[in-house]
């Protein structure tokens, strides 16, 4: 089992920056991580995420996000910069690879025009 707790969630007016955590329960080394969104009325979405050691981010967030980890605390972070009223969501960490696929239980971003 793997318990994964997202923080740093919260209301920016747009332009604003903010940066989510994402505290594993057990090493993030050898495993793909990544963070996913879900608007109101919309279909949880991929935004970035560490596969294969490689990192890749959706067109939609590409230049404004940042993805990143600390191995040694078993924290995968998420850094979100120039933010859209667009990007308004609930964001979750997955935790994944052969046999194993755990889901954080979401930090709320709002972003105000």
């Known amino acids: 089992q793997v318990q994964l707790v997202e923080s740093g969630g919260g209301l920016v007016q747009a332009g604003g920056s903010l940066r989510l955590s994402c505290a594993a329960s057990r090493s993030i080394n050898s495993i793909n991580m990544g963070w996913y969104r879900q608007a109101p009325g919309k279909q949880r979405e991929w935004i970035a995420a560490?596969?294969?050691?490689?990192?890749n981010y959706a067109d939609s967030v590409k230049g404004r996000f940042t993805i990143s980890r600390d191995i040694t605390r078993k924290n995968m972070y998420l850094q979100m910069n120039s933010l859209k009223p667009e990007d308004t969501a609930a964001y979750y960490c997955?935790?994944?690879?052969?046999?194993?696929?755990?889901w954080g239980q979401g930090t709320q971003v709002t972003v105000s025009s």
């Open positions: 997955r935790y994944w690879g052969p046999g194993t696929d755990y």
């Open positions: 560490f596969t294969n050691s490689y990192t």
